[in-house]
């Protein structure tokens, strides 16, 4: 019963945090996402990823972007999807994540871009509680779009601590 009241309350926090505002909306797998524009640095195209050995398996590797390492992790296989060869589609979307009062720029290779949308509050519904068992916290909510549903992610919650470490590890 304390884990149904703390994941409402939690809810409750998270809707009191404004999700209103412009997203970059992409796809993964057929199914469409919003990360808040303000956390997007920039989209470039596919482009060598060195491999970086001992990472985690979604962890492709790392690219040099004008002077900067950068880690690039594939968001299918950070969220359990399966892996797909990469089109003239597919991109990198750079995005700054915050990590203990740090800004960390890290690559996110997505199926492809599709665009950026105004999203208003009352079209945000709260994420469904799955149980215990599925961890949801990294979602911001449900935007109901265009009779679709997009589903808005808090990137800075998208890695636990330990996966930070592992990336700022990889940027040696």
């Known amino acids: 019963m304390e884990a149904v009241e703390n994941k409402l309350a939690e809810n409750q926090i998270k809707s009191s945090l404004t999700r209103e505002g412009k997203y970059l909306t992409f796809s ?3 199914e469409e996402y919003g ?3 303000r956390k997007v640095r920039e989209i470039i195209g596919m ?3 060195t491999h970086v050995p001992q990472t985690p398996y979604y962890i492709k590797g790392v690219i040099n972007l004008r002077g900067k390492v950068i880690p690039i992790v594939d968001l299918r ?3 359990g999807m399966e892996a797909m060869d990469y089109t003239e589609r597919t991109c990198i979307i750079v995005v700054e994540i915050l990590e203990e009062g740090k800004t960390i720029a890290m690559g996110l290779v997505v199926d492809s871009v599709s665009e950026v949308v105004s ?3 009352g079209d945000v519904d709260d994420t469904p509680a ?3 068992a599925i961890d949801t916290n990294y979602i911001l909510g449900m935007a ?3 009779g679709g549903v997009k589903i808005l992610l808090d990137i800075d919650r998208v890695f636990a601590s330990e996966e930070i470490a592992d990336l700022n590890k990889t940027m040696g």
């Open 119 to 121: 999203i208003r509050e």
């Open 144 to 146: 109901k779009t265009g």
């Open 77 to 79: 296989l950070k969220f």
């Open 28 to 30: 993964l797998s057929g």
């Open 35 to 37: 990360i808040g524009i």
């Open 130 to 132: 799955f149980g215990n």
């Open 47 to 49: 482009m060598t990823v």
